[in-house]
């Protein structure tokens, strides 16, 4: 990589994990980015690869066979992953919402069935299924709903999620729903408070999965919309009481807003790290353009950039473990690192001139994934909006 990292110390362990994923993603998963990208197929082998490091069971309890990792191990492993690819690490990041929601809302046996698996192989491979068509910054203007049938003791969800990532691989949800009451007395349509998650597994009668979509970036990151026809589930699968859900699902987006802005500087720094081999190699003028000072002063704002965004990934980490309110620190390092991503790539093609435009070069497929980061798991706008509050002390 690209000069000294800036950074709050790691501990030897955290530095170690995050060596031995560098290295898995620079032999095993940077290699295999392209044509990943280019088939629009996600490579399941490098899933298994992710398995046999244990990375499956990031966030996943000891208890139940996970790493139990803490924020700036989950940090650092998504920063080195996306540096290999961010299609890779945004599939291991949903995933892990997935086990961070059993874990701490499931029932014991729940725990005891699908965690141990879903550390130790990868499979199923767990789906977050939160957004809908109509319903995006606002889930609570979600529609899919969940009606208890008494005579079975189960719930039947009904509606539409859309971008659901780990759609066609995905093994296992935790999905999102208005819980409807029998007697009309405050139904999904008078009431948002309803809303509580449901673990639902994806071999259900009813769980339909929709067309693959077709996208600008993270093509090898398999993203579908999921219908919900008459799926029933058993009572004890809601996860959380209605009311309680939207709550849980801002909190585990918190913890994965982390995560997904370490992505976005690890995605930077491969951006970086491509633009400064090629300044190094590229002559004009009978010279590197590496000796020209308007590159070099690219080169500097895209390496600060990259530092800063880092430094607010590690401090919300830092709040995260000592037990602060780390929304405000989350957002703020999810805006900048996103921001970061989507500028850093961006002057990364610019200095590779033509060659950066082609499917040549890495920093061609690093610039159309970037955009994501800005988008997903909250929009910048969201961020922002978040970060205000916290300026007003609202
Ligand atoms: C590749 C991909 C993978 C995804 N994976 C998942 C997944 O696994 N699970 C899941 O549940 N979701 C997933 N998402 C959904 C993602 O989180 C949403 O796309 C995102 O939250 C934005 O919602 P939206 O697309 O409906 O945009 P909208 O909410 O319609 O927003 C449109 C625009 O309006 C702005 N806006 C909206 N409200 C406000 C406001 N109050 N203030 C200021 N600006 C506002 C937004 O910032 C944006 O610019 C994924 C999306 C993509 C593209």
Not at 83 to 92: D, K
Not at 341 to 346: G, I, L, Q
Not at 370 to 379: C, D, N, Q
Request: charged share 25%; hydrophobic share 35%; net charge negative.
């Amino acid at each position: 990589m690209t000069g000294a990292r800036v950074g709050s110390a790691l501990t030897d362990e955290q530095a170690a994990i995050r060596d031995l994923v560098e290295e898995f993603a620079a032999e095993e998963v940077r290699p295999t980015a392209a044509a990943a990208d280019e088939t629009e197929t996600f490579p399941e082998d490098v899933w298994d690869g992710l398995a046999e490091l244990g990375l499956t069971g990031l966030t996943v309890p000891e208890e139940h066979g996970g790493f139990g990792a803490d924020e700036t191990t989950y940090a650092v492993v998504n920063e080195a992953l996306a540096h290999g690819s961010l299609a890779v690490a945004t599939a291991l990041s949903v995933h892990c919402l997935a086990t961070s929601c059993l874990a701490e809302f499931g029932t014991d046996e729940q725990r005891e069935t699908w965690l141990p698996e879903m550390a130790e192989t990868g499979r199923p491979v767990g789906m977050f299924c939160l957004s809908e068509p109509h319903a995006g910054s606002n889930p609570a203007e979600m529609s899919t709903t969940a009606t208890y049938d008494a005579d079975t003791d189960e719930y039947v969800l009904n509606g539409e999620k859309q971008w659901i990532t780990n759609g066609r691989r995905g093994g296992v949800a935790i999905v999102f729903a208005k819980v409807a009451r029998e007697d009309g007395d405050g139904g999904p349509d008078e009431t948002d408070d309803a809303i509580t998650q449901f673990l639902v597994p994806a071999d259900t009668d009813g769980f339909e999965v929709g067309k693959k979509e077709e996208k600008l970036g993270l093509r090898a990151s398999d993203t579908t919309g999921i219908t919900f026809d008459d799926c029933r589930v058993p009572a004890e699968n809601r996860l959380t009481e209605p009311g309680k859900g939207l709550s849980a699902a801002f909190r585990t987006l918190t913890e994965g807003r982390i995560g997904i802005a370490a992505q976005a500087v690890g995605v930077a720094q491969a951006a970086l790290d491509e633009a400064e081999s090629y300044a190094t190699e590229r002559e004009q003028f009978d010279r590197p353009i590496a000796d020209i000072q308007t590159i070099r002063h690219k080169v500097a704002e895209m390496s600060t950039d990259v530092s800063a965004a880092r430094l607010l990934v590690r401090e919300a980490c830092r709040q995260a473990e000592a037990g602060e309110d780390y929304r405000v620190a989350a957002s703020k390092a999810k805006y900048r690192a996103s921001e970061a991503a989507t500028s850093v790539t961006n002057e990364a093609v610019q200095i590779h001139g033509g060659y950066g435009y082609t499917t040549e070069f890495d920093v061609e497929r690093l610039y159309r994934d970037a955009k994501i980061t800005e988008i997903y798991e909250g929009t910048t706008e969201i961020q922002k909006t978040i970060i205000a509050r916290g300026v007003f002390g609202e």
